[in-house]
């Protein structure tokens, strides 16, 4: 399975868990007056939409490079992040203000069942948040990772929620709004998190130099090609899920033009055919200095 089918299959389940968790935490927060849940109903609602347009994202990064995109179409799946990071942002911002009006006006304590509710929805979005950064790592997705993060901030949101419900239940009196400042402080981990997804996919724009591993790994397979007897510079750039290369490669002086430009071309054959989703590398030719 390539990795784009396992991002848009990872996908589909973030989509289908997020459906069903909105409404078991809307329905459980009106029938268990807890303003808590249904924030993180609301979060789950935000995430739906989130992971549709990651979806939209990887079905636009799968077509194939053209005259007016040489490099494909990959740079979409940080554009589709940023929109992303709106909704977390948004989200936390309606459930701060709706927060504030909880605490402001005087409503019942949430019923005890609430915690049973949020404990299997905290263990459910951890496990999804593990299995959706694992699928993301693996297929080199920002999207992917965004989407997990999702899942993380969820899971923040239910322990806040469960701990402002257990304060109310547990003092009683008084107490009543212990789970409308939970949400309120789960507010402030979303915009933390928003950030967290935010800056890297800044840095995949910007063309952040963070791929150290990788240029080793190119200069090490590089070596592996007779005739390179070494590597200058390598600059790498990531367009979605896959990376392209400009690599200046050193060779004896003395062999001829047609030498040199073949020679090029196994170097990149080498290196695409042996680096996972290294799609494109530029050759740049440079004679050894210490050639005689």
């Known amino acids: 399975m390539s990795n784009l089918q396992t991002a848009i299959r990872t996908t589909y389940f973030s989509i289908a868990g997020n459906v069903v968790l909105a409404l078991v935490k809307a329905l459980s927060g009106i029938f268990g007056h807890s303003y808590a849940l249904i924030a993180d109903s609301i979060e789950s609602t935000t995430d739906i939409l989130a992971s549709l347009l990651v979806l939209v994202g990887f079905r636009y990064a799968r077509r194939p490079a053209d005259a007016n995109h040489p490099y494909g179409h990959g740079k979409i799946e940080p554009l589709i992040t940023f929109v992303v990071v709106a909704f977390l942002v948004t989200s936390a911002t309606v459930i701060a203000i709706e927060s504030v009006h909880k605490i402001r006006t005087p409503h019942e304590a949430p019923e005890p069942w609430t915690l049973l509710v949020l ?33 993380r901030s969820d899971a923040i949101t239910s322990v806040m929620a469960f ?41 995949e724009i910007m063309d952040e130099h963070v791929y150290d591993d990788l240029i080793e790994e190119i200069r090490e397979r590089s070596l592996e090609v007779p005739g390179i007897r070494g590597t200058e510079k390598c600059h790498i750039r990531k367009a979605g899920m896959r990376y392209l290369a400009d690599l200046h490669a050193i060779v004896d002086g003395a062999i001829t033009v047609h030498e040199g430009h073949d020679l090029a071309h196994k170097l990149k054959d080498h290196l695409v055919e042996s680096i996972p989703n290294l799609a494109q590398v530029l050759i740049h030719i440079e004679p050894d200095s210490t050639s005689t």
């Open 163 to 203: 701990l402002g419900i257990g304060i109310a239940l547990t003092l009683g009196e008084g107490f009543e709004t212990a789970d409308d400042w939970a949400a309120l402080l789960a507010s402030g981990f979303i915009l933390y998190n928003s950030y967290l997804i935010f800056r890297p996919a800044l840095g």
């Open 119 to 151: 404990a299997v929805i905290i263990i459910w979005k951890e496990l999804s948040f593990r299995l959706v950064m694992k699928r993301g790592k693996e297929t080199h997705s920002s999207s992917l990772k965004a989407d997990a993060w999702h899942h």
